[in-house]
Antibody
Framework: QVQLQESGPGLVKPSETLSLTCTVS????????WSWIRQPPGKGLEWIAY???????TYNPSLKSRVTISVDTSKNQFSLKLNSLTAADTAVYYC???????????????WGQGTLVTVSS | EIVLTQSPATLSLSPGERATLSCRAS??????LAWYQQKPGQAPRLLIYDASNRATGIPARFSGSGSGTDFTLTISSLEPEDFAVYYCQQRSNVPETFGQGTKLEIK
């Protein structure tokens, strides 16, 4: 069964860049779409982007100008960079697999445990 | 951006009772609507996709229905482990969006 694990700093300063990595085990990163999703403390979920290992990426327009996604198939990892941070970017960041269901639609079927990132000076 | 509005915000029920959760979209999303369950300190878990299809391993007491802009998640007989927050999500249009959640709590 596929497992995902996020890693990265828990505290980042305002105006700086957040860098997170998701390590996938139990399956090849090359065969699926993947995604980043975040959740501010006590609030709902916000989709950030989904992508394929070839580089094809779809972004949330509200975040597109600040987001960079990269993939390292040799390490079975993918990464998120979010720049120009403010306190509003404080959230638990999840990586998730964006897989095709038997109906042909894609949904987030496996998730990492999430990592809390706090933006504060 | 499609806005999903979930109701009620909080639902207080007892084990064994039937739970009915609602999700209304600001425009049609049929059939591209999913439901997720989230317990404290855990990631969301996919329950239902394309409005009415149970995800792998999800018990039969969970069912989804609806079309167009109005969708429902029904839990036929609540088990203690079902008390959690439930989110709906649409993938009809980019950006994919989630509802604000319904907290299902023990009465």
């Amino acid at each position: 069964q596929v497992q995902l694990q996020e890693s990265g700093p828990g505290l980042v300063k305002p105006s700086e860049t957040l860098s997170l990595t998701c390590t996938v085990s139990g399956g090849s990163i090359s065969n699926y779409y993947w995604s980043w999703i975040r959740q501010p403390p006590g609030k709902g979920l916000e989709w950030i982007a989904y992508f394929y290992h070839t580089g094809s990426t779809t972004y949330n327009p509200s975040l597109k100008s600040r987001v960079t996604i990269s993939v390292d198939t040799s390490k079975n990892q993918f990464s998120l960079k979010l720049n120009s941070l403010t306190a509003a970017d404080t959230a638990v960041y999840y990586c998730a697999r964006y897989d095709m269901m038997p109906t042909g639609s894609r949904y987030f079927d496996f998730w990492g445990q999430g990592t809390l990132v706090t933006v504060s000076s | 951006e499609i806005v999903l509005t979930q109701s009620p915000a909080t639902l207080s029920l007892s084990p064994g009772e039937r739970a009915t959760l609602s999700c209304r979209a600001s425009q049609s999303v049929s059939p591209y609507l999913a439901w997720y369950q989230q317990k404290p300190g855990q990631a969301p878990r996919l329950l239902i996709y394309d409005a009415s299809n149970r995800a792998t391993g999800i018990p039969a007491r969970f069912s989804g229905s609806g079309s167009g802009t109005d969708f429902t998640l029904t839990i036929s007989s609540l088990e203690p482990e079902d008390f959690a927050v439930y989110y709906c999500q649409q993938r009809s249009n980019v950006p994919e969006t989630f509802g604000q959640g319904t907290k299902l709590e023990i009465k």
